[in-house]
């Protein structure tokens, strides 16, 4: 059974450009979220997406949007990057409206230069 | 809004031993879970136990008890029988129950390091 995929797993990119996260939930997972860890430092939450509306969004700028499809993937796009957008970036998914059985995938591993 | 506060930026502990890795949390509000996820060096966060609020006995999932003290807002995971295999960052977070959020919000971590 597969978990939760991301992809790429490492990416480089310049400061302003834009950048686009994939996420693939779990099966029969229907829910998506999207964190980011800076280096040393907790996970963040940015949003989730349920019914590809998003449901819940952290204290994160418009520059970070996201997009939900009908078969529960997601991607998490960033724009004009800035160095501090460094981070891994996690997507976790689970089912409907719980809040257990979060699954986390193993991460983007951005780094802006 | 939820706080977690992890004081242990680091811990050693020998292989076999048993260890404790501090959470304390702070909500004011009545309904939440508090859970523990392992994050080894690839990234990815393991689920390791959850502990509701209303919930009066401590949970316990194998080698992992959560020491639940609501009183004092802390939420302690003890790993009995440390093993190599356990050296890792180790996150404890929140989430309320109920209502329109759905967020885990997540201390700082502690790495783990088991000695052979």
């Known amino acids: 059974d597969a978990g939760v995929t991301q992809s790429p797993t490492h990416l480089i990119k310049t400061r302003g450009q834009q950048v686009t996260l994939r996420c693939s939930p779990k099966?029969?997972?229907?829910?998506v979220s999207w964190y980011q860890q800076a280096l040393g430092q907790g996970p963040q939450f940015i949003f989730q997406y349920y019914e590809e509306e998003e449901r819940q969004r952290g204290n994160f700028p418009d520059r970070f949007s996201g997009h939900q499809f009908p078969n529960y993937s997601s991607e998490l796009n960033v724009n004009a990057l800035l160095l501090g957008d460094s981070a891994l970036y996690l997507c976790a998914s689970n089912s409907g409206t719980g809040i257990y059985g979060y699954t986390f995938g193993s991460g983007t591993r951005l780094t802006v230069v | 809004a939820q706080k977690i506060t992890q004081t242990q930026p680091g811990m050693f502990v020998q292989e076999k031993e048993a260890v404790t890795l501090d959470c304390t949390y702070d909500t004011s509000d009545q309904s939440y879970g508090l859970f523990w996820y392992k994050q080894p060096s690839s990234g990815e966060m393991i689920f390791l136990i959850y502990q509701g609020s209303y919930d009066e006995q401590n949970a316990t999932e194998g080698r992992y008890s959560l020491n639940f003290q609501k009183a004092r807002k802390s939420a302690n995971l003890v790993i009995s029988a440390s093993q190599l295999g356990d050296s890792a960052m180790y996150f404890c977070a929140m989430s309320l129950v109920g209502g329109s959020n759905y967020k885990l919000t997540f201390g700082k971590g502690t790495l783990l390091t088991v000695n052979p």
């Open positions: 099966s029969g997972h229907d829910t």
